[in-house]
């Protein structure tokens, strides 16, 4: 049965501090693995991470893939209270174009 | 450039009814998805469209159908809500395989 598990649950930090949130999947026919922002409302994307793309950043946030253990990490240095959210990690299947999600890290981050 | 758009935003249904959730993009995605979002569960998806004129079932298909009524629009239809239906329903899409997805602001659906 393919699945995505995410870890920790929940997460409360306090504003400077940096978290690394974790993702594991088994997958059959693995594409590839999105790191989403879900802020209330809709997902909104972050990175994608592939074979030839393992390892991506963008400002505070970065984001690694390591195939061998089936699993990639979120960093977010110097937390800000607008990282607040839950983070959505999916990896897609090439088997008919699936996407599998976890059920998502929920940061607060507390001035 | 609208991206993804739902509608209604909200519904109240009772069991035994029945409703159609809307969805269209206007960024010329092959591809489109239907969601269910549960408090503890995640996403969990309940049809896709690879392209246009296909169909497929996901992990949570029972007790909904679906129309690719053309490339822009995709719709859900719950032929006969029950309260385990109760959920906030997101639509994506995304131009082929191997890009991200784009999502809808969702349809939060309670059945009393």
């Known amino acids: 049965e393919d699945k995505v598990v995410q870890s920790p649950l929940s997460l409360v930090v306090h504003e400077g501090d940096t978290v690394t949130l974790n993702c594991s999947y088994e997958?059959?026919?693995?594409?590839?693995l999105l790191w989403y922002k879900q802020e209330k409302k809709a997902p909104t994307f972050l990175f994608m991470l592939?074979?030839?793309?393992i390892e991506k950043k963008s400002g505070r946030l970065s984001s690694i893939l390591d195939k061998k253990e089936l699993s990639s990490i979120l960093n977010i240095t110097a937390t800000q209270t607008g990282d607040s959210a839950i983070y959505l990690c999916?990896?897609?299947?090439?088997?008919?174009?699936?996407?599998?999600f976890g059920t998502g890290t929920s940061l607060t981050v507390i001035p | 450039n609208a991206g993804v758009t739902q509608t209604p935003k909200f519904q109240v249904l009772k069991t035994g009814q029945s409703m159609t959730l809307q969805c269209a993009q206007d960024?010329?995605?092959?591809?489109m998805y239907w969601y269910r979002q549960d408090p503890g569960m995640g996403l969990r998806l309940i049809y896709y469209?690879?392209?246009?004129?296909?169909?497929d079932k996901g992990e949570v298909p029972n007790g909904y159908n679906v129309s690719r009524l053309n490339k822009r629009e995709f719709s859900l239809r719950l032929e006969s809500a029950a309260p385990s239906q109760t959920s906030v329903y997101f639509c994506?899409?995304?131009?082929?395989?191997?890009?991200?997805?784009?999502f809808g602001p969702g349809t939060r659906l309670t059945v009393t």
């Open positions: 999916a990896v897609e299947s090439n088997t008919g174009n699936q996407f599998y």
């Open positions: 997958v059959t026919n693995f594409r590839s």
């Open positions: 592939t074979s030839s793309g």
């Open positions: 960024m010329n995605h092959n591809s």
């Open positions: 469209s690879a392209s246009e004129g296909t169909t």
């Open positions: 994506a899409s995304d131009p082929r395989g191997g890009y991200e997805q784009y």
